[in-house]
């Protein structure tokens, strides 16, 4: 949860994904990604919310093909 921070904080896209995917195998909840998001938010400001709103969408997409 916290590389998934880190990851946002540094706008690394393919690093995100990983943590997404890893997170959702160890059973992270809707609600503790939506508190991993805004925890990103305060901690990397503005800059974040493109990658926030792309990790959204991939989440989503993972949601749909499970």
Known sequence: M???????????D????YHIVRC??????????LEIF?????????IVVPHLRRAMA???ELAGSA
């Open 14 to 17: 393919d690093c995100i994904t």
């Open 38 to 46: 805004s925890v990103a938010l305060i901690v990397g400001g503005s």
């Open 58 to 60: 991939r989440l989503e």
């Open 24 to 33: 959702r195998e160890e059973g992270v909840t809707q609600e503790e990604f």
């Open 2 to 12: 916290l590389g998934l921070v880190a990851s946002m904080v540094l706008r690394c």
